[in-house]
């Protein structure tokens, strides 16, 4: 049950976590994440690494797709701007690492901004194309400018190195995405607590009455498209030290529809949804491919069942969008209330 | 209160609009005085709605000019216009579905704040300031003046709607209007409701010292609350002036019933509207 979290300011009423409890929780996962890395091998580091990046980056399509409720298939090719940026950045320049991630985040953004220019006329599906036009130039672009990109062969990456220490190992790289990805996932709560994300969400439910209320629409539509690349590129960056090469390959039209399904699993505009579309689409498969591990059967029937993985990962997706169309957070929510409830309502 | 003496803070003058072949608004001309609640009735598809349109600045005019305190806005797009003093409620509700009451309100004062992209980011200094003042005084100002406290923290789509039209206005006087554009704002309400939203509109302009220019079908609300009514037919204004002008037009009785018996409607006319006011 839930008692004595009578609020008794207007500050207190807007903080994002509002009580004890929350906080509480928040000690734990706190602890959790400090913790991890001292507990888990390498396999679980990588994996954790990995979830970071596709945080990040699912955090920044979901301000543009789930707030603003413009469809991008382009989050990909996004990203693909903040690796090559930090690549070429990091073998060209040698420029420290947080200026080069945030190099990468801004030459994104530039990016994000010129593709969202057809938004104040198109919407929905046409605008799924545009993005999806945009991929494929941008895929063009990273292949052929050999002077910057390597062309196929792509860029080797150094390992980063912040104060002489060589982030060359997941344990190592934990301690610098997952920060990074806090830092980025509170930046898009915030944001939603002030006039920036309430204008997002009037375009999204609807764009006509918004701009009567005083919101200029293709400037907010682009900052919309701008901040969600800023947060492509900057997990693209991570992506590039995380992977340390960069290739034209690297950032498949798969990527940028891995990304969309994490938001829409998740939970469409929320901030918790994100999270957990982002965590969901990377770790089922894992999971599905520890699973069929765990069976005792042959070496051929392990290679029969690598199939079956993917299309259980698939019908878990068509599933989610059947049974929760409100995402992953719709379920957390529901278990929240029960809790708060508990025990004069079950 | 009577219209005519100060100049006009909105006027319209010569207003046409059209879509392909058709003719939505005729030559529209009307003034409406600072301070005074001016209602424009006229018979369904008179070109009502076409006309807050215009004014809102959705629909360019082919000919006409529209003067906001003074200033010609026909050419000023509608954000900036909103941020002039220029707000509206819409026919069919345009809440925000998606968002709580609160932040549907909040999201009126868009245009007056000076948060940027990185004060939002971190949520310091300005962000956290004008968050904090606009919180208290969208309660102690709008909320509370409205009765609508006990749902700050529902999301619009639950709410019923009476309260969507009274949460959509309390969205509009966060725009610190100085003229307010209520489209039919009775319209399905039952008479109960139908009379706190007259009491609300005649304490808006008391209170706050607003301009209202309303769309309403409710006759007797019209005649109880309006300093001056304009009748618009066919995309034409046909009459125009206080209640008790426009009433014994026989342009305006002609509109509305055709020709043929008038009593009925005059009754209709003189049905009082029980106000406290």
Redesign the interface.
Known sequence: MRIGTARSS??H??SLFDSRTQHGWLAVLAVALLGFPFLADEYWLYLACLVAINIASTTGLNILTGYTGLVSLGQAAFMGIGAYTVAALEQKLGTPVLLNLLAGGFVAMLGGLVVGLPSLRVKGLYLAIATIAASVVLHFVFANWHAVTGGHSGITVAPAEILGVSFDTSFRLYWLFVPITILMVL??A??F???????F??I???D?????????LLRYKL?SFG?SSFYAGVAGGMWAYFFRVVTPESFPLIMSIFFLAAVIVGGM?TILGAILGAIFMTMVPEALKLIVGWLPLSADATLILSPVRTIVFGALIVGFLVFEPLGLQEIWRRIRRFFHLWPFRA | MHPGKASPILEVEGLTLSFGGIKALTDVGFEVAPGSITTVIGPNGAGKTSLFNTISGFYKPSTGRIRFQGEDITATRPPERARLGLARSFQNIALFRGMTVLDNIKLGRHAHLRTNVLDALFYFGRARHEEMKLRQEVEERIIDFLEIDHIRHMPVSVLSYGLQKRVEMARALAMRPKVLMLDEPVAGMNREETEDMARFILDVREEWGVTVLMVEHDMGMVMDLSDHVVVLNFGQVIADGTPAEVQANPEVIKAYLGSGDVSELRQRLHQPLAVGA
């Not at chain 1, 607590?193 to 204008?199: L, M």
């Not at chain 1, 006509?208 to 200029?216: C, D, F, T």
């Open positions: 207007y500050r009423d807007e930046g898009a915030n944001l607590r002030t006039r920036i994300g309430r204008a969400i009037a999204r439910d609807r006509i009455s918004a701009e009567v209320l005083g919101i200029p900052l901040l505009g």
